[in-house]
């Protein structure tokens, strides 16, 4: 199985959708699935942007003899698109509440995620054969700091060759 | 090739995968054995194919065992064989009295010696007697012009021929086994072909 981001970041993500939004199924839009779409109504996720490393240079700690820290903070967007024939603006607005809701956020904050923002919804539905397919679509932007040991090494000694000279 | 017969395939049917924090996980296939006839697509058939996809390697198969979309089948017999017997043509050059020619048929020597007087007919005649009277399993045939034919009693079963400096010999037939393949050795994937339906058929044994 294929993680974006790695299964315990995917896993915390799922939980806090499943818990804002207990009526819809949710599931991964992985685009390699060849699996039919669940019953309405569901929940689409999809990373469609990073997890990308934002701000300047990541800072960096000493560990150990020649091992430095870095810790970086990564930005993603997660876009989630609802299908429910009725009632998907009402799943919607829960999934929006729940961006400030700390019940639901601390889903998310145990494993190291944070909401930084939010763009839409937006109502988009889609002519399915003869029939309107009803979507609402949210991007979410999320972050989550990531530390990654390098082994640079260090300078231990330095030989110098010269003379001293009696300071008078 | 033979289409009226039914071939063993194997079908390998997965379950419905089941949700798993929203990730698909595949479950465990089920192995399904049964015959079926596996016919080439026609042309029109072939136009019912979403574009690029005409170019891949489709069958249609018929069985009494239920198929469904996204089954995987697989061939299970080996291919169908046939096989073609080797024919060389052997020629006599000169023809030369009181002279041994010989034909050397998997090791075993067949001669034939030459009266004065003889002819390249004669002498082929000659040759052919004795191959025809040997235990080769190979059968001569006296071509009436000089040469004669050698064809092998089994069919896919080599055999080595040499001649003597009098003679020259050529292969005609190369010893070959000739394979039909129904289903090639890959997993065949099953969709159905829209709007075409079959009402049913007679299954031969």
């Known amino acids: 199985m294929a993680y974006r981001l790695n299964q315990e970041k995917e896993d915390a993500i799922y939980d806090f959708i499943v818990a804002s939004c207990p009526s819809a199924t949710v599931i991964w839009d992985k685009p390699n699935d060849t699996v039919e779409r669940p019953v309405k109504p569901y929940i689409t996720l999809n990373v469609i942007f990073g997890p990308e490393k934002i701000g300047d240079r990541g800072e960096f700690y000493y560990k150990e003899l020649d091992t430095f820290t870095y810790k970086f903070v990564k930005k993603f967007t997660l876009s989630v698109n609802i299908y429910a024939d009725s009632y998907y603006l009402n799943i919607m607005n829960d999934l929006i509440n729940s961006l400030d809701l700390s019940s639901k956020l601390s889903i998310l904050r145990l494993k190291g995620l944070a909401i930084w923002g939010k763009q839409g919804p937006n109502d988009i539905p889609e002519v399915v054969d003869t029939i309107w397919e009803q979507r609402s679509h949210l991007d979410i932007f999320m972050s989550y700091g990531e530390t990654v040991d390098d082994i640079p090494g260090e300078i231990q000694k330095v030989e110098l060759n010269g003379q001293i000279i009696e300071i008078p | ?205």
């Not at chain 2, 194919?49 to 489709?58: H, M, W």
């Not at chain 2, 002498?123 to 009277?133: K, P, Q």
């Not at chain 2, 896919?156 to 039909?180: C, R």
């Open chain 2, 1 to 205: 090739m033979s289409l009226l017969k039914n071939e063993s395939i194997l079908i390998i049917r997965y379950p419905t995968p089941t949700l798993v924090k929203g990730h698909y996980i595949q479950g465990t296939p089920s192995f399904i054995y049964a015959l079926a006839n596996v016919q080439p697509i026609n042309g029109d058939e072939l136009l019912l194919l979403p574009e690029g996809n005409r170019k891949k390697g489709t069958i249609k198969i018929y069985s009494e065992t239920e198929i469904i979309d996204n089954d995987i089948l697989r061939r299970v017999d080996n291919r169908y064989t046939y096989n073609i017997a080797q024919i060389n043509t052997c020629t006599v050059d000169v023809a030369l009295d009181s002279t041994d020619y010989t034909c050397t048929i998997n090791g075993t020597v067949f001669t034939h010696t030459s009266i004065v007087g003889a002819t390249i007919l004669t002498i082929v005649a000659g040759l052919v007697s004795e191959i025809n009277l040997g235990s080769e399993l190979v059968t001569a045939v006296d071509n009436l012009d000089g040469t004669y034919t050698l064809t092998s009693d089994i069919k896919g079963t080599l055999f080595t021929v040499s001649v003597d400096v009098n003679q020259s010999v050529v292969l005609d037939v190369e010893n070959i086994t000739e394979e039909y393949k129904i289903m090639q050795d890959k997993d065949y994937s099953v969709h159905d072909i829209p709007h075409y339906k079959v009402y049913g058929f007679l299954m031969g044994t």
